[in-house]
């Protein structure tokens, strides 16, 4: 193996190299994320009045839901969409198995973002109005 020594300039250039691959990568997925955007308003201008999702009540805004992993946010958008459901409503929702969205759910609820109640031996997920 050789031994290169570093110096000041070369710690530099390395740097400035490195800022401008994140700079570029920052950019590809800005543009991967308009174009989903794009896609997503074509959908939705698709649908019909009753079949579009309405997020209204979703106490999260954009940037918390960005901020949230994808399997979160599905399952969050599921529930504000639900008003509320148990995990098995979700699942049906979703596509995923009870056990994950149950998973999903309680860990929306320690992060605070949903609330539970029991009624029964069934446990409800909701999102309270803030």
């Known amino acids: 193996m050789r031994a290169v020594a570093m110096t000041k300039?070369?710690?530099?250039?390395?740097?400035?190299?490195l800022l401008q691959q994140l700079n570029k990568n920052i950019?590809?997925?800005?543009?991967?994320?308009?174009?989903i955007i794009k896609i997503q308003e074509l959908l939705t201008d698709k649908l019909?009045?009753?079949e579009k999702p309405s997020y209204e009540g979703l106490p999260l805004d954009v940037a918390t839901l960005l901020s949230l992993p994808?399997?979160?946010?599905?399952?969050?958008?599921?529930?504000?969409?639900l008003g509320e459901a148990?995990?098995?409503d979700i699942s049906r929702k979703t596509g995923r198995v009870r056990a994950a969205?149950?998973?999903?759910?309680?860990?929306l609820?320690?992060?605070?973002?949903?609330?539970?109640?029991?009624k029964g031996h069934?446990?409800?997920f909701y999102i309270e109005a803030q």
């Open 9 to 17: 300039e070369g710690n530099s250039t390395e740097t400035v190299r």
């Open 27 to 35: 950019e590809i997925l800005s543009t991967k994320l308009d174009r």
């Open 48 to 50: 019909s009045p009753k």
């Open 70 to 81: 994808d399997h979160l946010r599905k399952t969050a958008l599921a529930l504000s969409e």
């Open 86 to 88: 148990t995990a098995t």
């Open 101 to 107: 969205e149950s998973d999903y759910l309680n860990q």
């Open 109 to 118: 609820v320690s992060k605070g973002y949903v609330a539970k109640k029991r």
């Open 122 to 124: 069934d446990v409800y």
